[in-house]
Structures are given as structure tokens and as C-alpha cells.
Nanobody, 124 residues
Framework: QVQLVESGGGLVQPGDSLRLSCTAS????????MAWFRQAPGKEREFVTS????????NYAYSVKGRFTVSRDNAKGTLDLQMNSLKSDDTAVYYC?????????????????WGQGTQVTVSS
């Protein structure tokens, strides 16, 4: 069983940057494709970005492409999300997820392991 713990959320102003991190309990989840999802109040959980185990392939939601960057360090067992030019629409709880899939799918059901989430609030 893989346990994922997110950190780095907080309150920022529009245009600011924020970096989220996710740590896997087993030290490394290098065999898993990892992803970030987010859920705003009253909305469905939506895909943000994903990255394959070897970091060879990434996928981004259109709404964050060019502003967010996903990366991973398999030696440390960490997954990061660098978020730049944040907007109020980015306000949500951000979840780290891991799945045994060979490509960076945006499909929620492909991910078996989930963190508890970290709140990101973008407000002036």
C-alpha cells in the first residue's frame, strides 16, 4: 500500500507562484505514474497534470498548460508541482495520486493511490 502526503498549499495572491510537493511512504513510487488532481468547492475533481514513472512523458490540462510544471525525483520519492501565474480559478484542494499505468492518463479511475489533499487559495 502506497501512502501519499501532500504539502505546500497556502493562500497567495493572483499572479503569485506556489510549489506543491507529494511524498510517497515507501520511499519511492518510481514504478507508478503520478498525477495531480484538484477539486474546487461544489465541483468535480478534475485532472491537472501527470507524469510517467521514468518522467519520460507528461500531460497537462489545457487550463494550466504553460503555467504549471510537474516533476518528480524517484530517488527521493517525491512529486512536485510548480504553479506560476496563479489565478482565482486555481483555488481548490490539490490531490496527489499514483497509478499503475504506462502513460500519463487524465482518467481519475486509473489512479489507485491518493493523498489527503492540500488547500490552495488564490485571492487578493
Amino acid at each position: 500500500q502506497v501512502q501519499l502526503v501532500e504539502s505546500g498549499g497556502g493562500l497567495v495572491q493572483p499572479g503569485d507562484s506556489l510549489r506543491l510537493s507529494c511524498t510517497a511512504s515507501i520511499g519511492t513510487a518510481s514504478h507508478l505514474t503520478m498525477a495531480w488532481f484538484r477539486q474546487a468547492p461544489g465541483k468535480e475533481r478534475e485532472f491537472v497534470t501527470s507524469i510517467t514513472g521514468n518522467a519520460g512523458s507528461t500531460n497537462y490540462a489545457y487550463s494550466v498548460k504553460g503555467r504549471f510544471t510537474v516533476s518528480r525525483d524517484n530517488a527521493k520519492g517525491t512529486l512536485d508541482l510548480q504553479m506560476n501565474s496563479l489565478k482565482s480559478d486555481d483555488t481548490a484542494v490539490y490531490y496527489c495520486a499514483g497509478g499503475q499505468t504506462d502513460w500519463p492518463t487524465p482518467t481519475r479511475s486509473a489512479y489507485d493511490y491518493w493523498g489527503q489533499g492540500t488547500q490552495v487559495t488564490v485571492s487578493s
